[in-house]
């Protein structure tokens, strides 16, 4: 169940501060409700990306990953565990964060575009979905899933 929302425990864009452009970015939090950031997109980049913004550090993720992740997510069909790692940690295959950097996802790799920084997909990319209708979260203290809408 999500910590945003309307009664039922949805969220939805209108939920959600900013309108996730460099300008006005979304303003959310971790799965866990314990830390906020923003994000945005940034499509003139090269190439294009998909801006975490966490306190000072900055994190890029393809730009696809928003879609890719709601597809590979509407395949599966049913909750999956986030597994959120650091890019120095081994990911279990079967979590959104192992799909993050899968050799078989259609960037053939890392969407992290960042050495060093290319973790936590799991952590940052199921409230993106979140917030545009794509996906449901939750939002327990830990072993969180999120699955396709």
Same mark, same amino acid.
């Given at each position: 169940?999500s910590?945003?929302?309307?009664?039922?425990?949805?969220?939805?864009?209108?939920?959600?501060?900013?309108?996730?452009?460099?300008?006005?970015?979304?303003?959310?939090?971790?799965?866990?409700?314990?830390?906020?950031?923003e994000? =945005?997109?940034?499509p003139?980049?090269?190439?294009?990306?998909?801006?975490?913004?966490?306190?000072?550090?900055? /994190?890029?993720?393809?730009?696809?990953?928003?879609?890719?992740?709601?597809?590979?997510?509407?395949?599966?069909?049913?909750?999956?565990?986030?597994?959120?790692?650091?890019?120095?940690?081994?990911?279990?295959?079967?979590?959104?964060?192992?799909?993050?950097?899968? &050799?078989?996802?259609?960037?053939?790799?890392?969407?992290?575009?960042?050495?060093?920084?290319?973790?936590?997909?799991?952590? =940052?990319?199921?409230?993106?979905?979140?917030? /545009?209708?794509?996906?449901?979260?939750?939002?327990?203290?830990?072993?969180?899933r999120?699955? &396709?809408?």
């Amino acid at each position: 169940m999500s910590c945003f929302g309307d009664n039922d425990g949805t969220m939805n864009i209108d939920d959600v501060e900013g309108n996730g452009t460099p300008d006005d970015p979304w303003q959310l939090k971790t799965p866990p409700s314990k830390s906020e950031f923003e994000a =945005y997109r940034d499509p003139d980049s090269d190439p294009p990306a998909l801006v975490v913004q966490v306190g000072k550090t900055q /994190l890029r993720y393809h730009l696809s990953c928003i879609e890719d992740l709601h597809a590979m997510l509407t395949e599966h069909g049913d909750w999956m565990p986030l597994g959120n790692k650091d890019e120095q940690k081994e990911a279990d295959a079967d979590t959104v964060e192992g799909l993050g950097r899968s &050799a078989s996802n259609p960037v053939s790799g890392w969407y992290g575009l960042k050495k060093g920084l290319r973790g936590r997909f799991g952590n =940052y990319l199921p409230p993106v979905l979140e917030a /545009l209708g794509l996906a449901e979260v939750e939002h327990n203290a830990r072993n969180n899933r999120m699955r &396709a809408i």
